[in-house]
């Protein structure tokens, strides 16, 4: 702060430094004869005037005489009194006195008045971005966190503290949040993702394990979600998977503005994942029965986490089922495939279905799964390995399963 009122003082000098000399540099002139020449022509242009005056008729003689008269009178006094009249400051250095004063004095009022002082402090300059400090939003999250205790069934609320630990760099307490969100709220493919990438943070930034899961399950309720695309292209371009990462990607490009910060950000993040795959990829092509699904049919995907990689034999044989949201557990279709086969398409149907009377056709909302069974055996045993959607619509299509979760 002291440097800046050290700057100004200098500038103002400065502007005073071109504003007194002109006005304190004395004119040169000639006393006594000088001044009574210059009052005698300036009262014969007086007399001319007068003259042209009573000539034209405005002005009239007795009128003409009395002006004349008075006009003589002063001239004889200013003559008289021009050289014993004492010194006087001229008008050049009165104007230099008041621009010395005035000009600073003027200029500190202007910046008191449109100008902002507390941004010289710096506790100011460091909450002028949002207007409020770090420590007013810490008490703020913290206030919004004892209210959470106090009513720990507010789904939104619990979303709206993991954002704001998640703004404060607070992953754990974010993570956290955003759990008791989940459980408490209907499927939301964006509070999954938010989730997800607070539990990476969290986690030293890896997305494997839970995080995936968790944005698989986003995907499957919403595909088009922007931010579990992208995170799932993360996923895939960790585990060289730079196709797969392209693919993620190159949805996103259909969804936001094409001249959005966003759009290049994405765009450069494929050519650096083209780079790596050696060269450009062409667009994958969707497996034909996964693309649509008649109305009582649900289709998609079906992968395994990486990390189960090394504990799965290729000939283990791979259930992916439907069943009820309510109701018995027993799936309504199911399908065979092998670990070797995947990543792999898959559709369910009614002509999958497990038993009379139980089509898939027949609910509204169902939940998609998919189990590695040790045994070969549909029935869930201790040491298999499975992945589960949310609950979704009978006739869903880009329904993405991932098994990365023991059965115990």
Do not use: C
């Not at 009574?36 to 005056?53: C, G, H």
């Not at 996103?252 to 450009?280: Q, Y």
């Amino acid at each position: 702060m002291t440097a800046f009122w050290v700057v100004a003082v200098v500038l103002a000098a400065g502007a005073l430094a071109f504003v007194l000399p002109p006005l304190l540099r004395t004119r040169r002139s000639t006393p006594g004869a000088a001044a009574d020449a210059t009052n005698v022509a300036i009262y014969r242009d007086q007399l001319r005037e007068m003259d042209a005056d009573l000539a034209a008729g405005t002005l009239a003689h007795d009128q003409y005489d009395d002006a004349r008269r008075e006009l003589e009178a002063r001239l004889l006094d200013d003559v008289r009194g021009a050289g014993s009249a004492p010194r006087m400051a001229t008008p050049g250095t009165i104007a230099a006195i008041f621009a010395g004063i005035a000009i600073p004095f003027a200029s500190i009022l202007l910046y008191l008045a449109v100008g902002n002082p507390g941004a010289l402090l710096p506790q100011a300059s460091q909450a002028e971005g949002h207007g409020v400090s770090r420590s007013q939003i810490e008490s703020m999250v913290e206030r919004l966190a004892e209210r959470m205790k106090e009513n720990p069934d507010d789904a939104t609320g619990w979303a709206m503290l993991g954002r704001s630990y998640a703004v404060l760099n607070r992953f754990p307490e974010a993570a956290a949040a955003y759990a008791n969100a989940v459980k408490r709220s209907p499927p939301d493919a964006q509070l999954l993702a938010d989730y997800a990438d607070a539990l990476a943070m969290a986690q030293d930034r890896r997305l494997q394990g839970e995080p995936e899961r968790l944005i698989a399950q986003a995907l499957t309720i919403d595909p088009r979600n922007v931010k579990a695309l992208a995170l799932a292209g993360t996923v895939a371009f960790e585990n060289k998977d730079f196709k797969g990462a392209i693919a993620h990607w190159r949805k996103i490009l259909e969804i936001v503005p094409p001249d959005s910060d966003m759009a290049d950000s994405i765009r450069d993040s494929i050519g650096d994942a083209e780079k790596l795959a050696g060269g450009p990829v062409k667009p994958q092509q969707a497996p034909a029965r996964a693309a649509a699904s008649a109305p009582g049919a649900v289709s998609g995907t079906v992968r395994l986490a990486p990390a189960l990689a090394a504990r799965v034999a290729p000939s283990d044989t791979v259930f992916v089922f439907a069943r009820a949201v309510e109701g018995p557990r027993v799936p309504l279709a199911v399908t065979r495939k092998q670990v070797r086969e995947l990543p792999a398409a898959f559709t369910l149907d009614d002509t999958m279905a497990m038993g009379a009377g139980m089509k898939l056709s027949d609910h509204n909302r169902v939940i998609v799964g998919a189990r590695i069974s040790k045994s070969g055996t549909p029935m869930p045993q201790p040491g298999d390995f499975e992945g589960l959607s949310a609950p979704v619509t009978v006739g869903a299509t880009g329904i993405v399963l991932v098994i990365g979760n023991e059965v115990r």
